[in-house]
């Protein structure tokens, strides 16, 4: 589930020119606006960071041998089990085949064995009846005793040489199934290290993958501020400019990624150049658009309130050059470039800039506004106390 803040649940992506270029036939717009103002809200601090993913390998090869199947390229998607590369197996499959050879063989010799130690243990069982009744001699008992002795020796020694054939072959196997080289999870392919026809020893690389489904924020924190990030359950909103999420209701319209997301470890040993130190956080990537090496902006609770310059979220609409918020300049619709800085319920707080306070931004009927278009203001939105404590403004 896509967090909105601090985006504006109405957020227009549209060029500057389309903003102020009015049509042929002017109407006065009909809109709902909202005072700017000067309010005591809770401080966040902004951080910057960068985006790593959870998963990284670097696969080697198992087994020693040539590539000769290498399907995947820098860049494709693969999936858990999908084949990465292929080693020469002949060596292997002549050791299967061998050692295959091998635990036929000494199952025949077990048999043959086996069917010689019956004939020799009912030898030995009528000869041991015959000495009983003084038929036959002592000799001829031990002589039937050995024959059987050593039928068991043999089988013994059979059967050890089937375990070892069995152990080869299954080895053999292994080495087999080594030289396919498989995805271990879902990722895509970084880099190559090998190429095809090229010779690989064992521990060799053959390729890098990184996974995109399961990525994380790490952001560089100030001393002064980890302590509020150590208490639990601590939450920092995240605004990713290069992931976009689609606008509900306005198909092909996208905002950058914007979440709040709870912190999941602080590495506690901080840069010692910086005193910062690293903050995890991790994020829904479901649609793997997040890529490692992503900048980030955090926003940390610094504790505190200030007074702040904050605009309704509604107002604020963004173009390929930025936020802007249209105001009501006496009666007419003006453009006005903005920088937010972190939400405060349902209304963000700005950079210091044009909009001061007391000043009117629409935040009903702003989609399609163009500077100068004449204004017909059906409603204004009621005044009402700020909550500076709010930490979510979804």
Excluded: C
Aim: charged content about 30%.
């Amino acid at each position: 589930m896509r967090m909105n803040w601090p985006s504006p649940a109405r957020v227009v992506v549209a060029t500057a020119a389309a903003a102020l270029t009015a049509p042929a036939l002017a109407q006065p717009a009909t809109v709902v606006v909202d005072a700017v103002r000067l309010e005591e809200v809770e401080v966040w601090r902004q951080v910057t960071g960068e985006l790593r993913s959870l998963r990284r390998s670097s696969l080697a090869a198992e087994e020693p041998g040539l590539v000769v199947e290498l399907p995947v390229e820098e860049g494709d998607a693969v999936e858990a089990g999908d084949v990465i590369a292929v080693l020469d197996t002949t060596l292997a499959q002549i050791a299967i085949d061998s050692a295959s050879a091998q635990i036929k063989a000494t199952e025949s010799d077990i048999k043959r064995i086996n069917v010689e130690r019956a004939q020799a243990q009912r030898d030995l069982d009528q000869i041991t009846r015959m000495t009983s009744q003084e038929a036959t001699s002592v000799t001829e008992l031990e002589r039937a005793q050995t024959a059987v002795d050593r039928l068991d020796a043999q089988l013994a020694r059979a059967q050890a040489e089937l375990s070892g054939a069995i152990a080869r072959h299954r080895d053999a196997i292994e080495r087999k199934d080594d030289m396919t080289i498989r995805a271990p999870f879902p990722a895509r392919v970084t880099r190559k290290r090998t190429e095809l026809g090229q010779w690989v020893d064992r521990g060799d690389e053959v390729i890098e993958l990184v996974s995109l489904r399961e990525i994380e924020a790490r952001l560089d924190v100030p001393e002064s501020l980890i302590w509020r990030l150590d208490q639990a359950s601590t939450k920092v909103r995240l605004r990713i400019e290069a992931m976009r999420d689609p606008v509900e209701g306005e198909p092909g319209r996208t905002v950058a990624h914007e979440e709040l997301a709870e912190v999941a470890r602080i590495i506690p040993d901080a840069d010692p150049r910086t005193r910062q130190f690293t903050v995890r956080v991790p994020i829904s990537n479901p649609l793997g658009r997040g890529r490692p090496g992503m900048s980030v902006i955090g926003f940390v609770p610094a504790g505190g309130f200030a007074p702040e310059i904050t605009v309704h979220k509604d107002a604020i609409l963004r173009d390929d050059a930025g936020e802007f918020v249209f105001f009501d300049a006496d009666g007419k619709a003006m453009p006005a470039r903005i920088r937010s800085k972190y939400a405060a319920g349902d209304r963000v707080a700005i950079m210091p800039g044009q909009l001061q306070p007391g000043m009117r931004v629409i935040v009903e009927g702003n989609e399609r506004l163009y500077a100068t278009q004449d204004l017909m203001v059906s409603a204004e939105l009621p005044a009402k106390p700020a909550d500076p404590t709010a930490k979510d403004a979804g």
